[in-house]
């Protein structure tokens, strides 16, 4: 009835409400989906805030689940769009979603789905969109990076993940935690620890500590590049071996024995000590040393 007088279903983020969905429905949650489902207003309050909505805005939701999360975006945006890999779901987010016409569901993996095709058919009407989701573990890096890399026109992407892989993309040079994911993350974002969460706001409780970060996309790359996959190729590099100086991870992966002395210069005139370690770079250090390290590999060196 609710759902026909355009009115909104009941909230469904209780350990109760969720519960009962998923027996009425049949279903058992799968592991291998990541399917940790959010039971906590308090969090879901704290994703919404973050993600600085309005009725002017689009939002897109990777993995809606039984639609916790997606009532809260269609309440707060112009516009949601949820991407679900899972069918089963379908027919409960029709249920949960009945009353939310602002809400879309599309059937289809992230990592497929044609994220451009889906934004001219979807966002059309909406100023900005920013992506917001408690998201599959398994996937969240090669999700982040699709997003990142497909250059969407896109505001904040607000994400619930492992909070180690959380600290990793947020990580400033220096520590163990910094590595080609924060270079890159960085790169196009401006990134920010919302908050830390507990294990207990999940149905069922997932046995790694979890975030909510929300990563601002910059209007243009932190640093400007020439060629941007060589500028990740000399980051990867560098990471290879991390006990390994910037000297020795470079050397092994573009010099030969007999080209390496060339490599110390490079590195000197890029004002890098060649004993530093990949980890103590700044990226505006990577972007200068790979202008050098490209330009010197061009001249035959
Ligand atoms: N948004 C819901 C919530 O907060 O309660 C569910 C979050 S749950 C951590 C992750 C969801 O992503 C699950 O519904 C799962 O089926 C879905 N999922 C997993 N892999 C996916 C993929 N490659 N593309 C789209 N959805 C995916």
Redesign the pocket.
Known sequence: EAQRSGQHSEDI?SPKR?KDLLQKHGLTL?KS???????DHNI?GKIIGAAELDSTKGAL??????????QQLAKAAGHVV?????QR?LPLLEETLGGYPHATVIH??????DLKQLFAEHFQGVSRVSVV???????TTP?IMKLLEEKLPLENIVV?IQKEVAERMAAKPGGKDYGSLSIAVQYYCEPEIVTIVPHTV?VPQPNVDSAVIRLKVREKPRVEVEDEAFFFEVVQASFTQRRKTIYNNLAARFFTKETKEQLEPILREAGIEPSRRGETLSIEEYAVLSRRLSQALKLGV
């Open positions: 983020a969720t799968k989906l990541g399917q940790n489902f959010l039971i879901l939701e990777i993995g809606p689940g039984i639609g916790a999360l997606t949820a991407v679900e890999i899972d779901l289809g993996d992230v990592l497929k789905v989701a408690n998201l599959p573990y398994y996937v999700i619930m999940f």
